[in-house]
């Protein structure tokens, strides 16, 4: 009860945090160029992988960014996603918004794709830390990836992260996941969100825990090497990726590009 009313005094007014959800849930409401912002802004020369390329939206969601890519130059997309209703939806957008069919994307269940199938670039974005088993995510990306092609994935905030819990939409104090207790948090959370949860694993899309060592140690597992690889920092502070412990506590964003073949010497460290 008492780590409740302490995490209770950094809470936004209910009425609020309604208002924002609601708010956020508008896709539609969204500009074409801020679906891509991201993806732009963490890889160099984004556009000029897309350009041309076979390409897979890996947790494709409602579909929206498959779309995107497909209008900034990609050759073919394949919006990819375990979520049967997403995939529904998706479908039934793409329809009402490209009716002449004159967009190259097309959505499908993960387990759906062939082992034939393979593909230029294999883009992940804000999903890696939401996926149930990440080694066997990892492994499937590889696996319908070409000999020269190359994995982007990009996933934030990192577990302990200032707001890894991913409870920031009602709550401003961070490392709340770090101070307190998990029973504490998600009984402070049932006032904002009514979906039964009562682990971080029960959220929306679900919580895995991932860390940013937890991360590097799947990728090193798999024998993956990264050819571009940038951890920001909270607040611009890039440099403390470099220093053991604090990178943990303070890398809000994790990016890196998997090129198949890749060299460890050749990394490049942003």
Known sequence: ???????????????????????????????????????????????????????????????????????????????????ETYLREAAEKKARVDPENLLPVEYCDIHDIGPDHKFDLVISQNAMEHYTNPQRVLEQMLSITKDDGKILITFG??????????????????????LF???????VRERYRDDGAERFEDVESGLNRMSLSKFENFCRTL????????????????????????????????????ARGARAPGENVA
């Not at 207790?181 to 009984?187: D, F, L, P, T, V």
């Open 1 to 83: 009860m008492l780590q409740e009313k302490i995490i209770s005094l950094f809470c936004l007014p209910e009425s609020q945090v309604k208002r924002e959800l609601e708010g956020e849930t508008s896709n539609e409401a969204r500009s074409d160029e801020s679906r891509l912002k991201l993806l732009r802004h963490e890889f160099p020369h984004f556009e000029e992988l897309v350009s041309g390329a076979d390409v897979v939206d890996f947790g494709c969601g409602l579909g929206w960014q498959s779309l995107e890519l497909a209008r900034i130059g990609a050759k073919k997309v394949l919006g990819v996603d375990i979520n």
């Open 157 to 178: 905030p990192p577990w302990y992260s200032p707001y890894g819990s991913h409870m920031h939409f009602f709550c401003k104090l961070p490392w709340l996941n770090i």
């Open 223 to 258: 024998g993956l090497v990264f050819s571009y690889r940038r951890y920001r920092g909270i607040k611009g502070l890039d440099s403390l990726s470099k220093i053991p412990v604090l990178r943990e506590l303070f890398v809000n964003r994790v990016s890196v590009v998997i």
């Open 181 to 187: 207790s998990e029973k504490a948090i998600m009984s």
